[in-house]
């Protein structure tokens, strides 16, 4: 089923409506909306220091706003303590109990909701089946591995079926594969049981396969919220297209165009792309490095530019070639599935791009000309 456009979703299950959070002088998020749909899974992406976190202890209720409101299930939640919220949390350090074992830790927010001792034991043994955990039920936390540990962290926070889940890059200690199996997994469990849940990762590659809609984030603001494949192949802003995949960037001054076209004028010599800018308006020229091919193609549909090749990165499955460029702030970097012969540092060569997949943006306010 593809996802579902903005006007299909259902009234959003979480609302965090014009959140302000202030630290001292420091504004850290500045009146932040987002909306999620029930059963959603949304990842929060964004650079360290840009209010991730802060954005989940609000909605936690660790934190309180210094203005606006935070509802889910259509309930204001703002003012309402913590543990009263009924929402799961799984922190980047486990924060396990060291004294209890895993079975123990399980059951703690059983206990602390007052749930039968029977119904107990088995909604444990259910959360430690849907984690595979179940033959560690005796063991002692301390002595687990940190995917066995993070894998208990999470039966935890789902026993006690929350509203909503939020975690905050509990992946982040994990090495590479375990990281992805884990992702798959989770992603698995959570879509089966339909909790609603927040995941904050600086991960572009993390969010991208996990995620229904990912919230890009950039000084306590929302960038861009999208589905994986929208951040990636339109993004809003140059900033989304930075921070989401690898790409190439060329600025340039707006030249002429017509008919939702226009003509820029580069480094690279003459680039067309989509877009209404006014004649003289400085622009970036984004394209993602999978878009680039080598050689010429016909110049109705194409951008063609000639370049030396700076660097050849070997991928195993793929090959990125870093071009020369005449200004720092420029990048053209082109990802080839077989790499044409001789091909090395200093190689000129031609590629090209259709000119729909160039994405224009204004350039930024400090970009050189
Ligand atoms: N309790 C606090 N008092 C003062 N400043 C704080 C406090 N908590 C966070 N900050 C500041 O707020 C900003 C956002 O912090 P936050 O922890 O939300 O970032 P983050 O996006 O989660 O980053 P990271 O990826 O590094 O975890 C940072 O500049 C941080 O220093
Ligand atoms: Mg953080």
């Known amino acids: 089923m593809p996802p579902a456009t903005e006007a299909e979703r259902e009234p959003s299950y979480l609302a965090v409506s014009n959140v302000i959070k202030r630290f001292g002088a420091s504004t850290v998020l500045d009146s932040l909306s ?24 609000l909605i936690a209720g660790l934190l309180t706003p210094d203005q606006g409101a935070i509802e889910v299930g259509g309930r204001d939640l703002t003012r309402v303590a913590a543990h009263r919220r009924n929402i799961g949390v799984v922190f980047q350090n486990y924060a396990l109990f060291p004294h209890l074992t895993v079975a123990e830790n399980i059951a703690y927010g059983l206990k602390a909701k007052g749930v039968p001792r029977a119904d107990q034991a088995k909604k444990v043994t259910e959360a430690l089946g849907l984690v595979r955990m179940e033959a560690f039920a005796d063991r002692a936390v301390t002595a687990l591995s940190g995917g066995q540990q993070q894998r208990i962290a999470v039966a935890r926070a789902i026993v006690v079926e929350p509203s909503l889940l939020l975690l ?25 049981l339909g909790i609603t849940s927040i995941f904050v990762t600086h991960d572009q590659d993390e969010a991208l396969v996990m995620s229904d809609r990912i919230a890009v984030m950039n000084e306590g603001r929302i960038e861009h919220l999208g589905t994986p494949s929208e951040v ?45 800018f006014l004649v003289g308006s400085k622009v970036v020229v984004g394209v993602r490095p999978e878009a680039i091919a080598a050689g010429e193609g016909p110049a109705s549909d194409y951008n063609m530019v000639r370049g030396t090749v700076a660097e050849v990165i070997y991928f195993g499955s793929r090959t990125l070639l870093h071009f020369r460029t005449s200004r720092e702030t420029d990048r053209l970097h082109v990802e080839l599935n077989r790499l044409p012969d001789q091909v090395e540092p200093g190689t000129e ?10 994405r224009l943006f204004p350039a930024p306010a400090e970009a050189p000309q």
Not at 40 to 49: I, K, Q
Not at 170 to 184: V, Y
């Open 34 to 57: 987002l909306a999620v749909g029930r059963a959603e899974f949304v990842s929060l992406l964004g650079p360290s220091g840009c209010g991730k976190t802060t954005l989940l202890r």
């Open 168 to 192: 905050d890059e509990p992946f982040s200690a994990l090495d590479r594969k375990l990281r992805e199996t884990m992702q798959i997994e989770l992603r698995h469990i959570l879509r089966n």
């Open 349 to 358: 060569m031609t590629v090209r791009w259709r000119i729909e997949d160039s």
């Open 232 to 276: 990636y192949a339109r993004p809003k802003s140059l900033y989304t297209m930075e921070f989401v995949g690898q790409s190439s960037r060329i600025a340039g001054v707006v030249k002429g165009g017509q008919d939702g076209l226009v003509e820029i004028d580069t480094p690279f010599g003459l680039i067309r792309a989509p877009g209404n």
